[in-house]
């Protein structure tokens, strides 16, 4: 199974920002899966998604175990959060952080770095 295959699992229920998300994935020809609640590592190791997008810091603290479980696993923990979360979410094992007010430019910018597409 490739890492692209299961999408880019957003983990929250903020559905105005699940939305936008959606939005900027399909122009950019990703797809995205919804995850309410925190999955658990077997099931985020066994799927490879291609990155892990927490709708908060607050749901990125949440979800330690988690990110603890995957440190040494190569799925990226990517978070939205605002110009003074940053610092936190990195430390708490954000790879990259989709700042507030959220941009498609910036959207496309943060996915790329962390997990480029691939062409069919």
Same mark, same amino acid.
């Given at each position: 199974?490739?890492? #692209?295959?299961?999408? $880019? ?11 936008? #998300? /959606?939005?900027?994935?399909? !122009?950019?020809? /990703?797809? =995205? ?21 927490? =709708?908060?810091?607050? !749901? #990125?603290?949440?979800? @330690? ?7 040494? *696993? ?11 979360d940053v610092a936190s979410a990195r ?8 700042? *507030?007010?959220?941009? $498609?430019? @910036?959207? !496309? ?12």
């Amino acid at each position: 199974m490739s890492s #692209l295959s299961s999408g $880019y699992w957003v983990i929250g229920a903020d559905p105005t920002l699940i939305h936008l #998300l /959606r939005r900027f994935a399909e !122009q950019s020809g /990703r797809v =995205l899966r919804d995850q309410a609640s925190v999955p658990d590592v077997g099931a985020v190791r066994l799927a490879r998604p291609a990155a892990l997008i927490f =709708l908060s810091v607050e !749901q #990125l603290q949440a979800a @330690q175990s988690l990110v603890d479980g995957l440190a040494a *696993h190569d799925t990226p923990i990517l978070v939205c959060a605002s110009v003074t979360d940053v610092a936190s979410a990195r430390e708490l094992g954000a790879d990259a952080c989709l700042v *507030h007010p959220l941009t $498609y430019a @910036q959207f !496309q910018a943060v996915l790329a770095a962390v997990r480029p597409l691939q062409p069919p």
